[in-house]
């Protein structure tokens, strides 16, 4: 288990705390249709963080080609369909480029500076050019508004029980996830970054922003910095 994070409830927790059972039922949301419309068809996607392919599975349906990275190989054992690599985003460095590189659930805000400029690498050393890298942030009011719940149309309640700080601009969230037959919760350390903070933390990595993709401001599309990426070749996996 990665310091300050933890998971209850049914199953096999992963290292960041993120039950496998817990993910397997937790219905796909909006991100196919983001991804979708911020990409070329067809597109390979490199999905960083890809759990039990909840997103995975949608963009093969659309017609993307998908390959699902996570550290957990229970995550990994659900995912259909998708060429499967187990590994720490942070360590990934696989000698190919994609046209597109996806680092959703938040993953930028990991509490650990350093974590997170190793993970903003990998996205950028994978990326083709001409490639983009769709990037997920959490929302503005994520952890002002707190405690808050939202029950979901399939009928399970999911709760963001506190966001303590513990120093250092790192806050604890705590999340609970409750079925009728089942709980789980997560903790874990979250960094919350303005747009600037954001923006300078993907200049670091070799990444600009090229634009926001949604009208929270939540997805973006960014693209490799040219100063960074002279004489890159220009082919991917496709």
């Known amino acids: 288990m990665r310091d300050g994070y933890n998971g209850t409830g049914p199953g096999a927790i992963t290292p960041d705390g993120c039950a496998v059972e817990l993910y397997s039922r937790l219905p796909v949301g909006d991100e196919p249709e983001i991804i979708a419309a911020a990409?070329?068809?067809?597109?390979?996607?490199?999905?960083?963080?890809s759990g039990v392919g909840r997103v995975t599975h949608a963009l093969l349906d659309r017609g993307f080609t998908v390959t699902a990275v996570d550290e957990s190989a229970e995550m990994l054992e659900r995912v259909r369909g998708a060429r499967t690599i187990c590994s720490p985003i942070e360590d990934l460095d696989l000698g190919e480029t994609f046209d597109v590189v996806m680092l959703a659930s938040f993953l930028?805000?990991?509490?650990?500076?350093?974590?997170?400029?190793?993970?903003?690498r990998a996205c950028a050393r994978h990326v083709a050019w001409g490639g983009c890298v769709l990037i997920q942030?959490?929302?503005?009011?994520?952890?002002?508004?707190?405690?808050?719940?939202?029950?979901?149309?399939?009928?399970?309640?999911?709760?963001?029980?506190?966001?303590?700080p513990i120093g250092d601009g790192v806050h604890s969230v705590r999340a609970e996830y409750d079925f009728p037959d089942a709980t789980w919760t997560q903790t874990f350390r979250s960094r919350p970054l303005t747009e600037e903070e954001f923006e300078e933390a993907l200049a670091e990595a070799g990444l600009n922003v090229e634009c926001y993709l949604t009208e929270d401001r939540m997805w973006v599309r960014a693209v490799p910095a040219t100063e960074q990426r002279g004489g890159r070749g220009t082919t991917g996996r496709r």
């Open 39 to 49: 990409v070329p068809a067809g597109a390979h996607i490199l999905e960083l963080g």
């Open 108 to 120: 930028v805000h990991n509490g650990d500076v350093e974590l997170r400029r190793r993970m903003l």
């Open 137 to 164: 942030r959490e929302g503005a009011d994520y952890h002002s508004n707190v405690p808050r719940e939202r029950v979901d149309p399939s009928g399970f309640t999911i709760r963001i029980v506190s966001a303590e």
